[in-house]
């Protein structure tokens, strides 16, 4: 009998991805409870019990002063109610016993703005990296592809060369510091996603192709260890052929492209936390 994979996927305050999240996890192979926010600081659920940990998508804090901002420091400095312990410990507990988490869209807004990513020199609370408004100045919500870096230790894009998956956000063009940062996390391949041109698959900083502007036309990031991800566009979104835009008109794999992430965490987790 196989053991138990546990997830769990956060909710609260504005995310609207967390039922897609998990159904991609339980089809995965895992076990799936979503857990509103305010639990995990009242002190009723712990990280401590799960193995994957997953922060959705949607309108975050009603994206009101930068998408993720609040939520981010939610996360950094609310302290559990039944013991005075912040709960950001479970946070970095839960990197440092070697589980897996997967931030996508609002989810890596909150990644980038807690310090989680890029996770430098085992530095996750430190801020480095940022999120900030489409070149296009509106919502973009269109089906992008992306090349994946072989090279990258990412656990997620494992045996995945071009992918095809929905945008939706607001604020998903990426922003660093400076370029000595940006030329480490280069060379370090932590940049496991880049938007690419459909006919090449080349990346590509061409508007719809990369729908952001982000430079390097980096749509994902990861920390060295490749354990912590996250992305833009919306795997969860992709699971099953009628999730394709064009599934009506094209033969199409009855399993979605976006489901071979969430498959690839859950054998990380089954090869090395059972």
Not at 7 to 13: C, L, N
Not at 77 to 89: D, I, L, T, Y
Request: with cysteine; net charge negative; proline share 5%.
């Amino acid at each position: 009998m196989k053991k138990e994979i546990k997830a769990i996927v956060i909710t609260g305050y504005g995310t609207n991805c967390e039922n897609e999240m998990a159904h991609a996890c339980k089809l995965a192979g895992a076990t799936v409870d979503i857990i509103h926010i305010s639990r995990i600081i009242a002190g009723e659920v712990s990280l401590d019990d799960y193995h994957f940990l997953l922060l959705a998508g949607g309108f975050l804090d009603g994206d009101d002063l930068g998408a993720g901002q609040a939520g981010a420091h939610r996360l950094k400095h609310a302290r559990v109610k039944s013991n005075g312990s912040p709960v950001f410990e479970q946070i970095t507990r839960f990197i440092n016993d070697g589980k897996l988490i997967l931030g996508v869209c609002n989810g890596f807004q909150l990644m980038v703005k807690t310090g989680l990513l890029p996770g430098l020199d085992g530095r996750y609370d430190q801020r480095e990296v940022s999120l900030t408004y489409n070149d296009s100045g509106r919502f973009e919500d269109r089906w992008v592809t992306l090349g994946t870096n072989t090279q990258s230790p990412c656990v997620f894009t494992r045996g995945i060369e071009t992918i095809y998956l929905p945008v939706r956000h607001g604020e998903g063009k990426f922003v660093v510091r400076d370029q000595k940062l940006m030329t480490r996390i280069t060379a370090e391949n932590l940049v496991p996603m880049r938007y690419a041109d459909p006919g090449t698959g080349m990346e590509t900083m061409e508007y719809p192709a990369n729908p952001n502007g982000s430079p390097g036309a980096i749509a994902g990031l990861c920390d060295p260890s490749g354990r912590i991800f996250g992305l833009m566009p919306h795997p969860e979104a992709f699971v099953h052929r009628t999730n394709h835009p064009r599934w009506t008109r094209e033969e199409l794999p009855e399993e979605g492209a976006g489901l071979l992430l969430f498959r690839n965490g859950v054998e990380f987790i089954r090869a090395n936390l059972l």
